[in-house]
């Protein structure tokens, strides 16, 4: 069973808050608070509340996902609400920006208040002293992750490491890029020190060494790719990327081989058995029975993902006045072309090969079991439902969507249409090969075999799944053949389909660099790639079976701006701060 996490963190610890909220909000709190945390039993709730914080709307549950979905080139949405990220309508004003911002900075309030409470906490056991060890890490963990998150969104950040009280100076201005990430380094440097590679059952279980240095691995690299835009010297940053890719695949325990089929991982069933094999650190949501809707423990994610016409694959009651039962609100929409790119070169399937067994033979995996374009009312009965680019087969089946969907979060035990028990993996062992494969190409100026072997262990899984006959792609690359900016780019193109659906693509995109070197690859996509796709959404003729129009749809490409590269900071943090200064072009 799931862990249930104390959500309600605030209660025992200082009401959360970000770098300048209200003063009348923030200066009694800590005054009542004296004494509440006096053992490592009220630590160790108080990190699993901590923890809730990720689970709340705010964060990975809502808010901060639509922004990580919709902000990308590989999702739309016709949802009002969230139709403004896509659409790149969004400005300093928008709801969602100023509940990630101000969410992260009450985490970060609650990491600096635990860790000054730390060292008058008694021990009188050696499994205390160990726990208190212990809880120091994933308290730095944390911290880490909240300034690693928030330098990627909005650049520099005011740097807090102290918790609020009435001597707190709440009018300080943002800390250089390189400044937080000095922080999240010295962070994640001593988290590693402090925690084991697999936690105890009786311990806190949330995070582990393993994940401190996953965690650092990927912020290296980004780091490093942050410096080469910048005019700066990358090649240590990039060095360190590869040195803790190397501890979590070399000394973590985690295997690619225990997950064999990649739709296991998306089984809800299996999520618990996913940590310590693949999965190195997630947002665990769980089915909440104690509290409804959108502050429960659960998540929303097979709603968001999955289409109204699709029934019995999530908790909602109904979909959109429909009738129709534990249906999708098909809020999350692949773009056509997105799915169109894996139907084609290394990961897709012939289509002029006949015969079921050779034509399933030569699709990647992953396609099969990541994308929906096909789908019944219920589970086992019903009209049939597709999407572009499938065709109906009869005249009972529906005029087809023309948007795609994924299928990773399914759950038709869910309890409401915001309470599910998908997780959202953060960290997987997939990604570690990829970013030391990338890191590698880096340093040595091109793929060496080794970087090559590691990006093949990916495409090996893929041609793994529940058939009789292994498939024959992908491919695996070959060495000796691409160039640094070519493999670069084979690598962007992997992460886009090994982890559509996790929150990756907007960070990849803003990052890496594209075919040319020259520029990231969102100006490349806004600038040179779309604008070569026909513009509009697929049109579907019943008459003739087949599809015409465009392969994105009537909003999402637009012109490429730079200001695009971070988010605005919210402009209630400046209203209440004039230390503040906005990011380019907001």
């Known amino acids: 069973m799931k862990y249930r996490f104390i959500a309600l963190f605030t209660l025992l610890v200082i009401a959360a808050v970000s770098c300048n909220k209200n003063l009348d909000q923030t200066l009694y709190d800590t005054q009542t608070l004296e004494g509440n945390v006096k053992t490592t039993a009220d630590v160790v709730k108080m990190i699993q509340g901590l923890y809730g914080n990720f689970q709340s709307t705010d964060l990975y549950k809502k808010e901060l996902l639509k922004l990580l979905t919709l902000c990308g080139d590989d999702f739309n949405s016709s949802t009002t609400e969230f139709q403004v990220y896509s659409n790149k309508s969004y400005d300093p004003t928008s709801p969602s920006i100023s509940a990630s911002y101000s969410a992260y900075y009450n985490i970060i309030n609650n990491c600096n208040y635990l860790l000054e409470k730390l060292p008058s906490i008694n021990t009188i056991s050696g499994s205390d002293s160990v726990l208190k060890v212990r809880a120091e890490g994933n308290i730095l963990f944390f911290r880490a992750f909240c300034y690693f998150d928030l330098v990627r969104l909005f650049g520099g950040v005011p740097l807090r490491t102290a918790s609020t009280s009435v001597n707190t100076n709440f009018y300080i201005s943002r800390s250089p890029v390189d400044s937080v990430y000095a922080q999240i380094f010295a962070d994640l440097n001593r988290a590693d020190s402090l925690l084991a590679f697999k936690s105890s059952p009786d311990g806190i279980v949330l995070t582990n060494k393993g994940a401190a240095f996953a965690l650092q691995s990927l912020a290296y690299l980004t780091y490093g790719n942050y410096l080469d835009r910048n005019g700066g010297l990358a090649l240590d940053a990039y060095k360190n990327a590869s040195r803790c890719a190397d501890s979590v695949i070399l000394k973590g325990g985690y295997s690619l081989n225990l997950v064999t089929n990649y739709a296991d991982l998306w089984n809800v069933k299996n999520e618990s058995d996913m ?18 809707s959108s502050n429960s423990q659960g998540s929303d994610l097979p709603a968001r993902f999955l289409p109204t016409t699709m029934g019995g694959v999530t908790g909602n009651p109904t979909a959109n006045g429909s009738g129709l039962i534990a249906a999708g609100s098909g809020t999350y929409r692949v773009m056509p072309w997105f799915y ?10 012939i289509s002029n090969q006949t015969g079921a067994k050779t034509d399933y033979q030569f699709r990647d995996y992953r396609v099969d079991t990541t994308f929906l374009t096909s789908w019944r009312r219920t589970p086992t009965s019903g009209t049939f439902f597709n999407s572009y680019p499938n065709k109906t087969t009869s005249s009972q089946d529906s005029l087809p969507s023309p948007f795609p969907f994924i299928s990773k979060y399914i759950d038709g035990k869910g309890i409401d249409g915001t309470n599910h028990e998908n997780d959202m993996y953060l960290l997987r062992l997939s990604e570690i090969y990829l970013i030391r494969a990338e890191a590698q190409n880096e340093i040595n100026n091109g793929p060496t075999a080794a970087a090559i072997a590691d990006f093949n262990k990916l ?3 893929a041609r793994n799944g529940n058939i009789t006959l292994p498939r024959k792609k992908p ?30 693509r907007w960070f990849d995109l803003v990052r890496m660099k594209d075919p040319t ?20 959404s697929p049109v579907y003729d019943r008459t003739t079976k087949t599809w015409s129009g465009g392969k994105t749809d009537d909003f999402s490409v637009v012109p490429f701006n730079s200001k695009y590269l971070l988010f605005p900071i919210p402009q209630q943090e400046i209203d209440l701060n004039n230390k503040l200064s906005q990011n380019p072009g907001w």
């Not at 070959?478 to 193109?493: A, D, M, W």
């Open 517 to 536: 070197g020259s520029k990231t690859m969102y100006e490349y996509q806004y600038s040179t790639f779309l604008p070569t796709l026909p513009k509009g």
């Open 275 to 292: 940590y310590g094999s693949e999965v190195i650190f997630g947002i665990r949501f769980t089915r909440d029975r104690i509290v409804a």
């Open 475 to 504: 491919y695996d690359l070959k060495n000796g053949v691409l160039t640094q900016n070519e493999f670069r780019t084979k690598i962007f193109i992997e992460r886009g389909l090994e982890f559509i659906g996790e929150g990756k």
């Open 340 to 349: 169109d790119y894996y139907r084609s070169g290394d990961t897709d399937y």
């Open 459 to 461: 495409r090996a899984r």
